[in-house]
């Protein structure tokens, strides 16, 4: 999955080039709006221009059309189903989430993740935000919930699992104009 908060389709290749590469390694790519906005608050315009600039730039980059979402902050409302409903996306919950903290703090989550109960699935979410969450709390999630006998999958591979995409096609030739 790839938070974005704006810079997706920025002239900055290495942006572009971590996308390919993340949807090349098989990681599921969903949409979590452009510009990460508590979509409680905005219009029925806004909530689908913020679902659309995001659907554009991952067409663009990767060639795909995602068919989830997750929400920033976890956050909906009735007319945030309704616009994931038109635009055909699933709308998914994350289930255990360790809060962002600094790298200082990591023995802290990897404690929530060895004494987390052990319910029958589990959708966890990791911030990548600061380099100690990627390189040392993902690898060591990765090994616990292994050990305790978890599956790691996709979301669209989770129980009663839907296709990835809606739909996939060739990427587009990056060029100068993409803002999205």
């Known amino acids: 999955m790839v938070r974005t908060c704006g810079y997706m389709v920025?002239?900055?290749?290495?942006?572009?080039?971590?996308?390919?590469?993340?949807?090349?390694?098989?990681?599921?790519?969903?949409?979590?709006?452009?510009?990460?906005?508590?979509l409680t608050k905005p219009s029925f315009d806004q909530i689908h221009n913020e679902m659309w600039r995001i659907?554009?730039?991952?067409?663009?980059?990767?060639?795909?059309?995602?068919?989830?979402?997750?929400l920033p902050y976890r956050n909906y409302n009735n007319l945030v189903r309704e616009v994931a409903k038109q635009r055909n996306q699933s709308v998914h919950?994350?289930?255990?989430?360790?809060r962002r903290l600094p790298r200082s703090r990591c023995c802290t989550i990897e404690k929530v993740?060895?004494?987390?109960?052990?319910?029958?699935?589990?959708?966890?979410?990791n911030h990548e935000t600061y380099s100690g969450t990627?390189?040392?709390?993902?690898?060591?999630?990765?090994?616990?919930?292994?050990?305790k006998g978890y599956r790691l999958v996709t979301?669209?591979?989770?129980?009663?699992?839907?296709?990835?995409y809606q739909w996939t096609a060739p990427p587009q030739t990056s060029?100068?104009?993409?803002?999205?």
């Open 10 to 38: 920025s002239p900055s290749p290495w942006l572009l080039q971590e996308v390919k590469c993340t949807y090349a390694q098989g990681h599921q790519l969903v949409s979590h709006t452009w510009s990460h906005p508590d």
């Open 55 to 70: 659907e554009q730039a991952l067409e663009r980059i990767v060639g795909v059309s995602p068919a989830f979402i997750r």
């Open 93 to 98: 919950h994350v289930g255990f989430e360790h």
């Open 113 to 125: 993740y060895a004494v987390a109960k052990n319910p029958r699935n589990i959708l966890a979410l």
């Open 134 to 147: 990627a390189e040392t709390i993902v690898s060591y999630a990765i090994k616990v919930l292994q050990r």
């Open 155 to 164: 979301v669209a591979e989770c129980p009663g699992g839907l296709a990835p």
């Open 175 to 180: 060029v100068p104009s993409w803002t999205c």
